[in-house]
């Protein structure tokens, strides 16, 4: 079977702005489309920085060796897979490239500059450096919204200037949800866009949870309810972006709880292991644990049920590695009952009243389990306010508060 072999250069942005070559990314790709022969190099003349980091602490640790990785054919290391499009952003490439199927080299060759993170993927073949984007400027959102936009990708490819804007704006974001990296005189922004087919007003539901994460103590980024034309969306602060333009490293706890011999991601995890996780690599392990206890409890109390690896992440801004702000976080549009992640060796999240053995699990006393699960109920009473806050009418407050599984009284 014929097999093509490709290396890719690993660029990043350094906080101060600065884009230096990282490392070298080999694979080989077989006809079939498998891939195999995984090798990761670091240059040494990134080895040899002050302020050199590991893209990866436990999988890709500063070194001058050639690091291997063994594969079952379909999956990459997670600090190369965080650097890629997940489901909207490979939807909109195959729209573009007009292809049904992408395999992993079409991927790589197909990432585009704007993207969440500090890393950047090029073919070896070019050894230019690239510029990072800054996404879409906030005066040309209007016309991607004029242009009859729904959140979908079913507009006629003859509307270059739409595919020409999603390709430029999200092509390289991870999620499934329309969103969007623009950037205005206020900095660089995520927008995520309702779509026409949600069951409630999903902008203001994770606004609204977001202000719920902030009330109860935890990081969470600055965010607003925007308008473009009359496409409401949700605008969050990037918290990947330095104060100088620059870029922070994020490295997904799905990625450190990769499958190490086959890169395939968890079938299953749990708190407990971002807990270890956490507690081996975080710089404040105490502070870590107790915002992940919180978002856990949270989770549970509006049924965030989406509460999957990719939407926990460590931050590395320089000085070592924290937890993440908190993101992704709103009641779940369908009815699953069991959370992605476990505690406790169970799919659902204890009540606030019964968490005490959860924070135990996590390595959290009784009196600080009982203080965050107090500031969790505090800041949950006022979810239906924040929901009324962002705009959302009684209907609306009703039918997010049902997914939520909260109580539907109107103040």
């Avoid at 993207?115 to 993927?121: H, Q, V």
């Avoid at 607003?224 to 620059?246: H, M, Q, W, Y």
Wanted: proline share 4%; with cysteine.
């Amino acid at each position: 079977m014929t097999s093509k072999k490709e290396s890719f250069y690993l660029w990043r942005c350094l906080p101060n702005g600065e884009v230096i070559k990282v490392g070298l990314f080999a694979l080989e790709q077989f006809q079939n489309g498998k891939i195999d022969k995984l090798q990761f190099q670091y240059t040494k003349e990134y080895i040899k920085r002050n302020d050199a980091i590991s893209l990866d602490p436990l999988n890709a640790p500063l070194t001058d060796e050639l690091l291997h990785y063994e594969t079952n054919g379909h999956y990459l290391p997670g600090f190369i897979d965080d650097c890629l499009p997940d489901d909207w952003g490979r939807r909109v490439i195959a729209l573009i490239l007009s292809i049904k199927y992408l395999n992993t080299l079409t991927i790589l060759n197909n990432v585009n500059n704007t993207l969440i993170g500090d890393i950047l993927i090029t073919s070896s073949s070019c050894n230019n450096k690239p510029i990072f984007s800054k996404g879409i400027n906030i005066n040309n959102i209007n016309k991607l919204v004029k242009s009859g936009w729904n959140g979908h990708l079913d507009l006629s490819m003859e509307n270059f200037q739409y595919f020409s804007m999603l390709k430029t704006g999200s092509s390289g974001v991870g999620g499934a949800r329309p969103k969007l990296l623009v950037s205005d005189n206020e900095g660089e922004w995520i927008y995520k866009f309702n779509r026409s087919n949600d069951i409630f007003d999903v902008a203001i539901a994770e606004w609204a949870s977001l202000q719920v994460s902030k009330k109860a103590g935890f990081i969470t980024p600055d965010c607003f309810i925007a308008t473009i034309g009359e496409r409401k969306c949700l605008k969050i602060k990037r918290f990947d972006v330095s104060p100088n333009g620059g870029r922070y490293h994020l490295l997904t706890l799905n990625s450190l709880l990769k499958n190490r011999y086959t890169q395939e991601d968890p079938f299953s995890a749990s708190y407990e292991d971002i807990g270890k996780i956490i507690r081996k690599y975080c710089i404040n392990p105490n502070r870590d644990i107790h915002q992940l206890f919180g978002q856990l409890l949270l989770n549970g109390q509006i049924a965030n049920t989406d509460d999957h690896l990719r939407n926990f992440s460590l931050i590395n801004r320089g000085k070592g590695w924290e937890l993440s702000p908190v993101y992704d976080i709103l009641p779940s549009q369908d009815n699953d009952s069991f959370h992605q992640i476990t505690i406790l060796k169970k799919p659902y999240i204890p009540s606030l009243e019964d968490a005490e053995d959860a924070g135990k699990a996590l390595g959290i006393n009784k009196a600080d389990s009982f203080k965050i699960a107090t500031n969790v109920k505090a800041a949950i009473s006022k979810f239906h306010y924040f929901l009324k806050k962002g705009g959302a009418s009684d209907d609306e407050c009703k039918k997010i508060l049902i997914r939520a599984r909260l109580p539907c009284t109107i103040i």
